[in-house]
């Protein structure tokens, strides 16, 4: 079917090109001299081939450059093919057609066409151009020394094709014909048919094989080694089975030998250090040696046991959900910012580094916070396990490196236990009541915890049981404590210390309504709805029956009041009987109220001042009381002070008699009287400097006889120049002050900025005033306004003119 055209618009005119049915060819290259069958299912194809029978059974046979094309166009195929001669046509019962083509020489994709429902395209063909060289004869003959070897090497072509190749002296047709044979990929042989010039072709070629030949001899070698090994895998399985077979016939078990198989198949099949793998190899030769009932025997089948069964490198994946964390310890834990804030930014930085050693927190604060109960939280919300390790007690340090394996039961360290009962190498490890450690004779925990707890050692952990090194830096530690002073300052350096402070009585409340009252009411038997926790009757459990940093008083009342509840529902005939608890049933339930809370005076009175004073369990009123005597001078202080506090009474005196003249005194007043301080509640133990201007205004007060107003508290460390110093504890005192019906507190202006710490309910209901001098305190306490004279001269000390700070 082979057509000339004449194409007047090439750059040729002249020329006639002719024109063959195009046949697509998937993952096949077809060569000139090259007789091949090929299988033709596309309906094109099949128009192409029989319109080739009807004329002079010529087609251009082109590849694909993508197999998985169904309709190529002209794009889709190399431009460079082979024009091939239809040998043979077989139509197959499911429709294809089975065809056996022969290529007759190169031909290059001119243009593409479509005509009766086939593709068509003109070709320019490409006959080999005659070459004469010396170079010819020796390319001739490394191809066929080059590919007898390749045949020998790859076993896939028949040897009778390599004395048919030596018999060709074409160096195009030798290439052709090669490369036809060879096992390469489809885009390596199109390079081969690519080639125009024979002696390139040629050269292309041998090259190629000669790196097919050094990929084979590599290959060679490595199934010599494997069936070597092999080979040896199965005489030892035949002989050990044969021994087995006679141990069998005499009657022994040999259970020793079982347990040594055992063994070598989980070091085999465990992913241990390389020192690990080493070691436990070292162990077991020594085992096999002895006799099975010796007790070194023991001792090292133990020591085997113990280093295959911990996780060296199986690990949790951590859930790298920022949202889903928060909600986590949001649910758990009430409050706790800055623990959820810290643990949420090791997410973050997590997600970004993708590899970052575990932090090291200490989270210290008084007993019942839930400093331990938040470990398990954190676990949770990355998804990790849980280990728990108490320290409380502990006095050796053999408990946390393990002990040498000359003892007798020896054992490894709390730390690698743990590891090995939860099966992974990044748990979240709880070292719980880390400041109760002790030291005697035996050593000092603490200083074996400094390698434990320091990211840059902790990788090479020594535990002196393994006696190998173990990788700790995947492990997220937490440890808990009441106070920082009784842990050493070098195991303080290695930890991110995380102060918790009590919880406020707002905080109680809602965690009472939140989790103690629904936790407790399902604890014993009682549905929400059959009884209600009123909020004054939270309120008058956590003010009056428990006095408390945390929560545990307050979660054992509400069990109390649940079991009074379940007594009288068990009793009562009405089965469906609720129970609505307020305060009166409150007393009822538990009695006499223990505690009592500051309430503000009744009315305002000379010499007599309301302080705030911060303690473990909350902020306090803090009454201090002063007494003008006749006398000579005499200062008495009294209610069980502290030497701080008793310097910042006599502080504040001292500031009285520097400003006699601006309160209205006579210059010499102090030696004419004697004067008494007393703070109430005298067997509770009182110290700190930040009731001074609260001993200054009382001091003033009754001096003057002014009376200091029942609704104004006050909380600041006095200095002998009048300057008011800030204080801690700052949210507790202004709660305690919300709490007695407190309107107005004076605070010192270095505080202000600890403002942003209080609730803001707390700050609506008091007027909160800053200042940074003791005149200022009197003028808002007793309306002192006369302007002040300087204490001396020069810049010593000049008086604040400025208007208080109201928030």
């Avoid at 431009?79 to 197959?92: E, F, N, P, T, Y």
């Avoid at 590599?218 to 199934?223: N, V």
């Avoid at 743990?418 to 200083?447: A, C, Q, W, Y």
């Avoid at 609506?764 to 004279?789: C, F, N, R």
Wanted: hydrophobic fraction near 40%; proline fraction near 5%.
């Amino acid at each position: 079917m082979t057509e000339f055209i004449d194409h007047t618009d090439m750059q040729e005119p002249s020329a006639d090109i002719p024109v063959y049915p195009l046949l697509p060819l998937r993952d096949i290259v077809i060569f000139p001299y090259m007789v091949t069958p090929l299988f033709v299912g596309r309906p094109r194809s099949i128009r192409a081939l029989e319109g080739a029978m009807e004329k002079d059974k010529l087609v251009f046979l082109a590849t694909q450059k993508d197999p998985k094309t169904d309709e190529p166009g002209e794009g889709d195929l190399f431009d460079i093919g082979v024009v091939g001669q239809v040998i043979q046509l077989l139509k197959l019962p499911d429709g294809t057609v089975k065809v056996l083509v022969e290529g007759k020489h190169r031909g290059r994709l001119r243009s593409f066409m479509d005509r009766d429902e086939c593709a068509f395209a003109t070709i320019e063909p490409l006959p080999d151009p005659s070459v004469e060289s010396p170079e010819v004869e020796a390319l001739l003959r490394s191809a066929c020394e080059t590919f007898e070897n390749y045949v020998n090497l790859g076993k896939k072509i028949p040897s009778e094709m390599v004395s048919s190749v030596s018999g060709i002296s074409d160096p195009g047709r030798l290439a052709d014909t090669i490369g036809a044979h060879l096992n390469v990929r489809i885009p390596d042989k199109q390079e081969i048919l690519s080639c125009i010039n024979p002696l390139e072709r040629l050269e292309h070629l041998l090259a190629m094989m000669e790196r097919e030949v050094e990929i084979l001899q590599i290959e060679k070698k490595i199934r010599t080694r494997v069936k070597g090994q092999m080979e040896r895998s199965q005489k030892e399985y035949y002989l050990n089975e044969q021994m087995r077979a006679i141990q069998k016939e005499l009657g022994e078990k040999d259970e020793f030998k079982q347990e040594i198989r055992e063994l070598e198949d989980k070091i085999a099949q465990r992913k241990m250090s390389k020192e690990a793998t080493d070691k436990a190899l070292a162990e077991l030769r020594k085992l096999k040696m002895m006799s099975p009932m010796s007790a070194e025997a023991t001792v090292v089948r133990n020591y085997i046991d113990c280093l295959v069964s911990l996780p060296w490198k199986k690990g949790t994946k951590d859930r790298i959900d920022l949202d889903r964390a928060e909600a986590v310890l949001e649910a758990d834990h009430y409050g706790l910012e800055k623990v959820k804030e810290r643990i949420v930014e090791y997410l973050a930085v997590q997600s970004l580094v993708k590899k970052i050693k575990g932090p090291i927190l200490c989270l210290v604060g008084p007993p019942g916070v839930g400093k331990t109960s938040l470990g398990r939280s954190v676990a949770k919300s990355l998804g990790r396990k849980f280990v728990r390790m108490s320290l409380g007690g502990m006095r050796d340090e053999a408990e946390i490196r393990g002990h040498r394996r000359t003892y007798i039961g020896a054992m490894p360290g709390k730390v690698i236990q743990g590891l090995r009962k939860v099966g992974v190498r990044n748990p979240v490890f709880l070292l719980d009541e880390i400041d109760k450690m002790s030291t005697d004779f035996r050593g000092d925990p603490s200083s074996a915890l400094l390698e434990v707890l320091d990211p840059e050692q902790n990788n090479t952990f020594g535990d002196h049981f393994l006696d190998v090194d173990y990788d700790l830096s995947n492990v997220l530690f937490i440890a808990t404590a009441n106070s920082l002073y009784s842990i050493p300052r070098p195991l303080q350096d290695r930890m991110e210390v995380i102060r918790i402070e009590g919880y406020i009585e707002e905080e109680k409340l809602a965690i009472a309504q939140r989790y103690l009252v629904p936790k407790q009411l399902e604890t014993h038997g009682l549905m929400a709805e059959r009884a209600h926790f009123s909020e004054s009757a939270l309120y008058e459990i956590i003010r009056r029956y428990t006095r408390e940093s945390g929560v545990r008083n307050l979660e054992r009342e509400i069990a109390n009041v649940c079991r009074k509840i379940a007594r009288e529902l068990v009793k009562s005939t009405d089965k469906k009987k609720k129970f609505a608890v307020g305060v009166p049933q409150i007393k009822k339930y538990l009695g006499v109220p223990r505690y009592s809370y500051g309430v503000k005076e009744d009315q305002n009175c000379v010499g007599m001042t309301t302080g705030l004073a911060w303690t473990e369990v909350g902020g306090e009123l803090l009454t201090i009381e002063t007494a003008i005597l006749p006398g000579q001078g005499k200062l008495t202080v009294t209610g069980k002070l502290g030497e701080v506090m008793r310097e910042s009474s006599q502080a504040a005196l001292s500031y009285v008699r520097s400003r006699w003249q601006e309160l209205g005194l006579e210059k010499e007043f102090y030696h004419k009287l004697d004067i008494h301080i007393h703070v109430p509640e005298g067997a509770i133990p009182k110290d700190g400097p930040s009731a001074g201007i609260t001993m200054a205004t009382a001091l003033a007060s009754a001096l003057t006889g002014r009376a200091v107003d029942r609704d104004l508290a006050m909380t600041g460390e006095i200095t002998l120049r009048g300057r008011v110093l800030p204080i801690g504890g700052l949210k507790e005192k202004l709660l305690a002050a919300k709490r007695a019906g407190i309107t107005k507190v004076v605070i010192p202006q270095d505080n202000e900025k600890n403002l942003e710490e209080v609730p803001a309910q707390i700050l609506k209901s008091l007027t909160v005033i800053a200042v940074d001098h003791m005149d200022q305190v009197l003028e808002v306490a007793l309306g002192v306004t006369t302007p002040l004279a300087p204490l001396g001269s020069g810049d010593e000390y000049v008086a604040s003119a400025e208007e208080p700070v109201r928030h």
